[in-house]
């Protein structure tokens, strides 16, 4: 027997810290460290202490006895990658503990409250002589954690759980319902903490550039995601759902997610944290076929393995692709191969050429097309189809009423910050805001997450992220770089009630929680969503319904 870790892996590493024989791969230093999808567990070292299983944020570690049907395949997937790496190096990582030098107490703001915020604010609030104080523009925290992952992965979702922990530390205080330039400015923050740190995301759908993108019909992805998952600034969009064939754009993960809410019974759904207008629109869906169409061939998906195993191993869904669409030449293998193992690019060509191979039978569909580029999306008051032209020039009008483009996110400007309009991102260096006009380093701004680096990467990928720039800043005040605040705590405190009385405290955002999860329980799902900020806001003020 031995534990294998599943697709829900964040890869966050929380698990390597806590394995006593140093079995699960890759670690932060590791060769491919930085382009794994996820971490693998030794089955020939791995002694079921069950540690890792317990410390895992997501529920992601599984004995292999007990793997679900779709968690199957997943025992391979861990002996092969040791199989192609035997397991090395067995002593266990050093843990890196930092303090802040002798310079009295340092006050962090930090901006957003996705996986990079929160991976910073624990790093920072674990440290003596810190205190945080944490901003986020919703009433309620955790960013693509409550509006991004899919709710078919409910359990990826409760890392929040883990992360609500941080909330209740003394030393970290919030403010929800509070964005930086509409209820505070930058120079507010600025001038009542030593350092700020910049988490934002990336919120925005990327631009295709192609005529017809904007008719009624054509969205972004994440229009649609946070629809479904009834962020409150998408909760009012209406999606064509009566077409039968609907057409994703791009074939990363994102796009996967959104093919399984297409297809999958929307019952499903009523045991998840999909918001009710969601389900009760997919209900009475008349979708029936998804194409994910992606640009390159299938040695170049943008997808993880973990989340194609997934979908191929959907027992409500077939999974399909055009046998001529599918060859991959060497130089496609040789160039994959620089970013993947032998065996997990043999995994994905073994599905998709499995896929290529089926006969269509009556069930709902996912059809995997490759080597098509959207040039043009038709229709004249709304979306009529969308024409693709492959390498050799010719062309196929696929006929659709709904295109969904899932070509990545692009982050947003902060007012009072520099911005890099062509990647989405704010020049930094190692975490260090620079500007780029200058060249010089803007004293205590600091950015992490996909404002830094740009949309890539799992949820894990933050937390190596955050220690980086968290580390830039702690050498920065320890070098007494960081310019003093001017304001007191108790200031600060002040200016929050008298500028901005809407904001949520942490308390406030607990009550929301309880009310969520009280509804959720009453339901067998996990939570019901408020879909607006009113309902939300009207949450914070109600009475507690538990005690703390
Ligand atoms: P992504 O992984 O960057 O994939 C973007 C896709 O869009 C690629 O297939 C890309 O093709 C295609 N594309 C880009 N520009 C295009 C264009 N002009 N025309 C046609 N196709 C174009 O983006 P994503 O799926 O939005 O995911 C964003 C991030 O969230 C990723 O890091 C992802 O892993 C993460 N995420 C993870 C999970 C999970 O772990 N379960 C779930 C959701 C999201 P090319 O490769 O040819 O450029």
């Given amino acids: 027997m031995s534990l294998v870790i599943t697709r829900s892996c964040c890869a966050d590493t929380t698990c390597i810290a806590v394995c006593p024989v140093q079995c699960i791969r890759p670690r932060p230093g590791d060769d491919d460290w930085g382009t794994t999808e996820q971490l693998y567990i030794d089955p020939t070292t791995c002694i079921e202490c069950g540690a890792c299983a317990q410390a895992c944020p997501v529920d992601a570690i599984?004995?292999?006895?007990?793997?679900?049907?779709?968690?199957?395949?997943?025992?391979?997937?861990?002996?092969?990658?040791?199989?192609?790496?035997?397991?090395?190096?067995?002593?266990?990582?050093?843990?890196?503990?930092?303090?802040?030098?002798?310079?009295?107490?340092?006050?962090?703001?930090?901006?957003?409250?996705?996986?990079?915020?929160?991976?910073?604010?624990?790093?920072?609030?674990?440290?003596?002589?810190?205190?945080?104080?944490?901003?986020?523009?919703?009433?309620?925290?955790?960013?693509?954690?409550?509006s991004g992952v899919a709710p078919d992965h409910d359990r990826t979702k409760r890392i929040g759980d883990v992360f609500a922990r941080i909330f209740d530390r003394r030393n970290v205080s919030c403010w929800f319902n509070t964005e930086i330039g509409r209820d505070l400015s930058m120079d507010e923050i600025r001038s009542h903490h030593d350092a700020v740190i910049v988490a934002t995301g990336a919120?925005?759908?990327?631009?295709?550039?192609?005529?017809?993108?904007?008719?009624?019909?054509?969205?972004?992805?994440?229009?649609?995601?946070?629809?479904?998952?009834?962020?409150?600034?998408?909760?009012?969009?209406?999606?064509?759902?009566?077409?039968?064939?609907?057409v994703i754009i791009g074939n990363g993960n994102v796009a996967l997610d959104?093919?399984?809410?297409?297809?999958?019974?929307?019952?499903?759904?009523?045991?998840?944290?999909?918001?009710?207008?969601?389900?009760?629109?997919?209900?009475?869906?008349?979708?029936?076929?998804?194409?994910?169409?992606?640009?390159?061939?299938?040695?170049?998906?943008?997808?993880?393995?973990?989340?194609?195993?997934?979908?191929?191993?959907?027992?409500?869904?077939?999974?399909?692709?055009?046998?001529?669409?599918?060859?991959?030449?060497?130089?496609?293998?040789?160039?994959?191969?620089?970013?993947?193992?032998?065996?997990?690019?043999?995994?994905?060509?073994?599905?998709?050429?499995d896929a290529a191979s089926k006969t269509p039978s009556s069930a709902k569909k996912v059809v995997l097309r490759y080597r098509l580029t959207p040039t043009r999306?038709?229709?004249?008051?709304?979306?009529?189809?969308?024409?693709?032209?492959?390498?050799?020039?010719?062309?196929?009008?696929?006929?659709?009423?709904?295109?969904?483009?899932?070509?990545?996110?692009?982050?947003?400007?902060?007012?009072?910050?520099?911005?890099?309009?062509?990647?989405?991102?704010?020049?930094?260096?190692?975490?260090?805001?620079?500007?780029?006009?200058?060249?010089?380093?803007?004293?205590?701004?600091?950015?992490?997450?996909?404002?830094?680096?740009?949309?890539?990467?799992?949820?894990?990928?933050n937390r190596i992220d955050s220690a980086e720039t968290v580390a830039a800043l702690l050498a920065d005040h320890a070098a007494g770089m960081l310019p003093a605040p001017t304001r007191s705590p108790a200031e600060f405190a002040r200016l929050v009630e008298r500028e901005h009385a809407e904001a949520v405290t942490g308390r406030g955002w607990r009550r929301i929680d309880e009310r969520e999860t009280d509804a959720g329980a009453a339901q067998g799902r996990p939570r019901v969503p408020f879909v607006s900020v009113e309902q939300l806001l009207a949450a914070s003020r109600a009475a507690a319904t538990r005690s703390r």
Avoid at 203 to 224: K, T
């Fill in 377 to 461: 999306i038709t229709g004249t008051d709304r979306v009529d189809g969308i024409v693709l032209t492959r390498p050799d020039g010719t062309v196929e009008t696929i006929e659709t009423s709904l295109v969904l483009r899932a070509i990545g996110f692009h982050g947003r400007a902060t007012p009072g910050l520099p911005f890099d309009a062509a990647t989405g991102t704010i020049p930094s260096d190692s975490g260090r805001v620079v500007d780029p006009e200058t060249g010089e380093r803007i004293p205590g701004v600091y950015c992490t997450g996909w404002i830094k680096r740009g949309p890539s990467g799992v949820i894990g990928t």
């Fill in 203 to 246: 919120p925005d759908d990327r631009a295709l550039g192609v005529p017809g993108e904007a008719l009624p019909g054509s969205h972004g992805a994440r229009e649609f995601v946070a629809w479904y998952n009834g962020h409150p600034d998408y909760a009012d969009r209406d999606f064509d759902l009566q077409t039968r064939r609907a």
């Fill in 258 to 353: 959104i093919a399984r809410a297409l297809t999958r019974p929307s019952e499903l759904y009523e045991r998840t944290s999909m918001a009710d207008h969601a389900i009760r629109a997919l209900e009475r869906s008349a979708v029936e076929e998804v194409h994910v169409v992606a640009r390159r061939g299938p040695a170049f998906a943008a997808h993880s393995t973990a989340e194609l195993t997934e979908l191929a191993h959907l027992s409500d869904v077939e999974l399909l692709a055009e046998s001529h669409e599918i060859a991959t030449t060497a130089h496609d293998e040789a160039d994959a191969l620089l970013r993947r193992s032998e065996a997990d690019l043999q995994r994905r060509l073994a599905i998709v050429a």
């Fill in 62 to 146: 599984v004995l292999d006895t007990e793997l679900d049907r779709e968690s199957e395949p997943f025992a391979t997937i861990n002996a092969e990658y040791f199989a192609a790496r035997p397991l090395g190096d067995v002593s266990p990582l050093p843990i890196q503990r930092r303090r802040p030098a002798e310079r009295g107490p340092l006050r962090v703001a930090i901006v957003g409250t996705g996986p990079s915020a929160m991976y910073a604010a624990e790093e920072l609030s674990e440290l003596r002589g810190v205190e945080v104080s944490i901003f986020e523009r919703l009433p309620v925290p955790f960013g693509l954690i409550r």
